[in-house]
């Protein structure tokens, strides 16, 4: 069984750093994976002060294999991935210009949980990811957000946030939970794409994702795809567009265009209007009535079964109703689990206790004291605008107004 | 003020081509940083084990991006034209070829090359040892494959060429589905299909009346979509990379600790632009 090697990247350095980034990680190791290394070549991404990862990084003249890959991610466990948002902050993020953020020209790689930002205002072409590898093999983009911005000049060269070029026909590309947004071209659909696979003999997968204001959100040419529960929004030319009619099959998707797919399952959704929570925050608000509740259950999928969304959020087991695109939407609620009074004897931490906990007091008045209260979220906390408040009533007397915790 | 990183141990991959193109060596230049990165004030991380430093504060960090992969930059020169058939005779030919042209188009390069220029309608390739020539028609492009990005382009579609004039070098052309060659396709899908990339490629769509589109294309605009195309398809990284230093002095480095300090004039004396040398 291949050992798992973690090194960590981070580009402020920050304690128990091994790389500032995923360019010298990928220099640093690269190599046979397969030999006496039997290795899993693991870099886990932080940002412990705010510095993104302006470095674009290839993958290449690596040897690997299904069991002795390569997987850059951010650990959930962590606190650096973002929130299925575009976060800057202490998230860790790669922000590049006029080239191709990352290259997986190796097999086998998993990319989980990485935010990119491309710009391009030259004539090279710029691409978030771009799997462009020959032997045979399966890669992986998951979770990621990949966000263009800047617009694109040049009209001949890419624009595009997940590029898929040449894997061979015994090969799979993955692409699950992703959000791509803004990759535009200012004349072609095949130059600005938020993902497209081009000519490409392997099979592509393309589940659970949005795609948003590119020129065209799916491009595809004589690629065999597969596309399930992906949201498509306002992409400029096209929502969908592939030029080989018969190859790529389309199911439970949903998108605002009005263009009828050539493969159509019969349960994709035209002419789609969606309510996300902001303008550039792609969760799903519970009024929405494009995608909220409208996904094919892929718990059991016979190529990529999965349960959770881009944050991480259960999606639901085999019987669940699945949401289409990144999110899935999870009714979201902060509740009071209980409360503790304390003597104001001390610090916050070496305060005693004045009573058991979810134990009422009575205290003089003018008296001061502590109080311990622990909440409780369900859903998700980011999408709740709630504030603590408190009252308090005299003896006797009535309840005052509410006042606000700060 | 710039530090340059290179690695400490070198790795060879059993394939030669992936080997050249995609392993940092040893003595390649791998990365450059900030002058001072090397204190590290945070530690040193992974990268003492991983890398040797030499540190150059007369160097501007303007200056020191040595780290680039040395990467294909095909051009193209007209040999001949011949307006009346619409046809030019292109050489395609490297700008990066390296000093004893191992980076020329030639071999299994080339090879690819004409393959996919073949897809474009192109012909009579002739293969020399650095470069390739061959014949680009118009009227055999506009019934390529790539042109339409459709394989067997000629099973699915007829066309007609109603005009063209040499003068301008402006073909009128029509082209119109096969009845049974679209799968379950409606009129409105192959319409898309045929009208954008008639646009894409530089022409004008005249009138849709279908099945018939007529569109108008001019020579050197397709030319143009033609090269830009070929580029952005075929070139690819040559080697990892573009410059490096000498064994001899990578030896010293390591052994006198593995950071040491030049001069700006120092280390480009001992740097080496693969490209050039022999």
């Not at chain 1, 096209?238 to 099959?249: E, F, Q, S």
Request: charged fraction near 20%.
């Amino acid at each position: 069984m291949a050992t798992t090697v973690t090194k960590v990247i981070d580009p402020d350095m920050g304690s128990g750093y091994d790389y500032d980034s995923l360019y010298d990680w990928e220099a640093a190791q690269q190599g046979d994976l397969t030999g006496a290394r039997n290795e899993i070549a693991v870099a886990k991404c932080r940002c412990t002060a705010g510095t993104a990862d302006t470095t674009a990084f290839t993958m290449d003249g690596w040897t690997t294999s299904a069991t002795q890959y390569i997987k850059t991610w951010t650990d959930t466990s962590e606190t650096y991935r973002h929130n299925g948002t575009y976060q800057t902050g202490n998230k860790y993020r790669i922000e590049i210009s006029n080239t191709n953020a990352i290259m997986a020209s190796e097999e086998f790689v998993k990319i989980i949980g990485i935010q990119i930002k491309c710009t391009k205002s030259s004539s090279s072409n710029v691409r978030g990811i771009c799997f462009w590898f020959t032997g045979d093999g399966i890669s992986y983009a998951e979770s990621c957000i990949v966000v263009g911005t800047g617009g694109d000049p040049y009209s001949s060269t890419d624009m595009g946030g997940i590029s898929i070029y040449q894997p061979p026909t015994n090969s799979k590309i993955f692409v699950i939970n992703c959000i791509v947004y803004g990759f535009t071209s200012p004349t072609s659909i095949s130059y600005g794409f938020g993902v497209s696979p081009y000519y490409v003999n392997a099979i592509t997968y393309i589940y659970n994702c949005t795609l948003l204001d590119n020129t065209c959100g799916f491009y595809s040419i004589s690629s065999l795809s597969y596309l399930k529960n992906v949201l498509l929004k306002g992409n400029i030319t096209r929502d969908i567009y592939h030029v080989n009619t018969l190859a790529a099959h389309v199911s439970y998707c949903s998108k605002s265009d009005s263009y009828s797919e050539f493969t159509d399952d019969g349960n994709n959704r035209n002419s789609q209007t969606f309510s996300f929570v902001g303008a550039a925050d792609f969760h799903l608000q519970a009024s929405d009535t494009g995608a909220l509740g409208y996904g094919l259950n892929l718990y059991n999928d016979a190529d990529y079964p999965f349960q959770t969304d881009i944050d991480g959020q259960d999606r639901g087991g085999a019987a669940a109703s699945w949401d289409i695109g990144a999110d899935e939407y999870v009714s979201s609620a902060i509740e009071q689990e209980g409360f503790r009074f304390r003597n104001d004897d001390g610090s916050e931490s070496a305060a005693t206790w004045k009573a058991n906990q979810d134990v009422n007091i009575n205290l003089a008045a003018d008296t001061a004291f502590r109080l311990r209260f622990l909440l409780k979220a369900t859903g998700n906390p980011d999408s709740i605008d709630a504030q603590a408040e408190a009252r308090v009533k005299p003896s006797g007397g009535a309840f005052g107004a509410w006042e606000k915790i700060n | 003020m710039a530090e340059f990183l290179l690695k400490r141990n070198d790795y060879t991959h059993p394939d030669a081509d992936k080997d050249r193109r995609g392993v940092h060596k040893r003595t390649d230049v791998c990365n450059f940083k900030p002058n001072g990165f090397s204190l590290f004030p945070n530690g040193p991380g992974s990268y003492l084990n991983d890398f040797i430093f030499i540190c150059v504060p007369d160097l501007d960090i303007a200056e020191a991006n040595y780290r680039e992969s040395w990467k294909d930059n095909f051009d193209y020169e007209i040999v001949a034209s011949r307006p009346a058939l619409g046809e030019y005779d292109i050489r395609v030919f490297e700008l990066n070829p390296g000093a004893i042209n191992q980076n020329a188009i030639a071999g299994t390069k080339a090879t690819k090359i004409r393959d996919y220029m073949l897809a474009w309608g192109c012909s009579g390739f002739v293969l020399s040892s650095t470069d390739a020539t061959f014949t680009f028609s118009l009227w055999d492009a506009v019934r390529s494959a790539n042109f339409w990005d459709v394989p067997l382009i000629g099973t699915r579609v007829t066309f007609v060429l109603n005009s063209y004039v040499p003068a301008s070098g402006i073909g009128n052309i029509t082209v119109s589905p096969i009845e049974g060659q679209w799968g379950t396709s409606t009129e409105q899908q192959i319409s898309q299909t045929i009208t954008r990339k008639i646009t894409e490629r530089g022409g004008t769509l005249i009138s849709q009346i279908y099945p018939n589109f007529v569109f108008e294309i001019e020579r050197s605009d397709i030319l143009t979509r033609f090269r830009a195309d070929v580029k952005r398809r075929m070139e690819q990284t040559y080697m990892r990379h573009q410059y490096s230093i000498p064994q001899t002095d990578h030896d010293a480095i390591v052994s006198a600790g593995g950071i040491v300090t030049m001069t700006r004039v120092e280390f480009l004396s001992k740097l080496i632009d693969k490209m050039a040398a022999t």
